[in-house]
C-alpha cells in the first residue's frame, strides 16, 4: 500500500504543478531551464507511474474492502467511461465543441473516469487510486478554470464535424475497452462481465 500512495503521490503532484504552482515551476525552469525541467518531469512521473501500478497490483493480491458497492453501479461505471472516453478524445480532435465549450476536456475525463471507477470499487486500494485521481481532478479543473477567466485569451468555436469525430472515436475506443477486451488485456478485469 505504501509503494501505491508513493507511487500516486508523485504522479499526481508532478502533474499539478502547472496548474496549482505555475509560479514555483515557472520560477524553477527560469532557473534551470526548461530541458532539466522536462528531464525531471519525465523521470518523476515515469517512477511515479511504475510505482502506482505496481503498488496497486501488490494491493489488489490482498484486497482490503471497504463496502461492497450496490447493485448496478457497475452499469453507471460503464456509462461514464463512455462519456470519459469522449472527453479524452475531444482533447486531441481538433475543432470541436466539446473542448471550445469545456476548454479542459482531459482533466473532466480523468474525473469521469476516477468517480466511475469509485462508484464500483469498494476496496482500500480501488478508493486510494480512484478517490486520488478524482480530488486531483476536481483541483486541476478548478485552478485551470481560474486561469481561463483570468486570460483574455478566447478558443475558437467549435465545429459539429470535429465534434462527431470526437464522439465516434471516443465511442470506438470505449467499445474496445468494454468488449474488445483492452480493459481485460491492461486491468485483469472485463467490466461487462462485472455488470451485474
Same mark, same amino acid.
Given at each position: 500500500?505504501?509503494?501505491?500512495?508513493?507511487?500516486? *503521490?508523485?504522479?499526481?503532484?508532478?502533474? $499539478?504543478?502547472? =496548474?496549482? $504552482?505555475?509560479?514555483?515551476?515557472?520560477?524553477? !525552469?527560469?532557473?534551470?531551464?526548461?530541458?532539466?525541467?522536462?528531464?525531471?518531469?519525465?523521470?518523476? =512521473?515515469?517512477?511515479?507511474?511504475?510505482?502506482?501500478?505496481? #503498488?496497486?497490483?501488490?494491493?489488489?493480491?490482498?484486497?482490503?474492502? %471497504?463496502?461492497?458497492?450496490?447493485? #448496478?453501479?457497475?452499469?453507471?461505471?460503464? @456509462?461514464?467511461?463512455?462519456?470519459?472516453?469522449? %472527453?479524452?478524445?475531444? *482533447?486531441?480532435?481538433?475543432?470541436?465543441?466539446?473542448?471550445?465549450?469545456?476548454?479542459?476536456?482531459?482533466?473532466? =475525463?480523468?474525473?469521469?473516469?476516477?468517480?466511475?471507477?469509485?462508484?464500483?470499487?469498494?476496496? %482500500?486500494?480501488?478508493? !486510494?487510486?480512484?478517490? #486520488?485521481?478524482?480530488?486531483?481532478?476536481?483541483?486541476?479543473?478548478?485552478?485551470?478554470?481560474?486561469?481561463?477567466?483570468? =486570460? @483574455?485569451?478566447?478558443?475558437?468555436? #467549435?465545429?459539429?464535424?470535429?465534434? @462527431?469525430?470526437?464522439?465516434?472515436?471516443?465511442?470506438?475506443?470505449?467499445? $474496445?475497452?468494454?468488449?474488445?477486451?483492452?480493459?481485460?488485456?491492461?486491468?485483469?478485469?472485463?467490466?461487462?462481465?462485472?455488470?451485474?
Amino acid at each position: 500500500m505504501l509503494q501505491l500512495l508513493i507511487g500516486l *503521490t508523485l504522479f499526481l503532484g508532478i502533474h $499539478a504543478l502547472q =496548474s496549482l $504552482a505555475p509560479k514555483w515551476r515557472q520560477n524553477w !525552469i527560469q532557473r534551470r531551464g526548461a530541458l532539466v525541467y522536462k528531464g525531471v518531469y519525465a523521470a518523476v =512521473s515515469l517512477l511515479g507511474l511504475y510505482l502506482l501500478v505496481q #503498488g496497486y497490483a501488490q494491493a489488489r493480491l490482498e484486497p482490503m474492502l %471497504l463496502w461492497t458497492p450496490p447493485r #448496478g453501479m457497475q452499469h453507471a461505471t460503464i @456509462l461514464l467511461m463512455w462519456v470519459a472516453m469522449v %472527453l479524452l478524445v475531444a *482533447t486531441y480532435v481538433p475543432g470541436n465543441q466539446i473542448k471550445a465549450k469545456l476548454r479542459h476536456p482531459m482533466t473532466l =475525463s480523468v474525473k469521469v473516469w476516477a468517480l466511475g471507477h469509485l462508484l464500483s470499487n469498494g476496496n %482500500l486500494a480501488d478508493v !486510494i487510486l480512484f478517490g #486520488g485521481f478524482l480530488v486531483w481532478s476536481v483541483l486541476v479543473f478548478r485552478a485551470a478554470r481560474q486561469r481561463d477567466r483570468m =486570460s @483574455l485569451h478566447s478558443v475558437p468555436e #467549435g465545429k459539429l464535424l470535429g465534434t @462527431l469525430l470526437a464522439v465516434v472515436l471516443g465511442t470506438g475506443i470505449w467499445a $474496445a475497452f468494454l468488449m474488445g477486451g483492452l480493459h481485460l488485456w491492461l486491468v485483469g478485469v472485463m467490466p461487462f462481465t462485472r455488470a451485474v
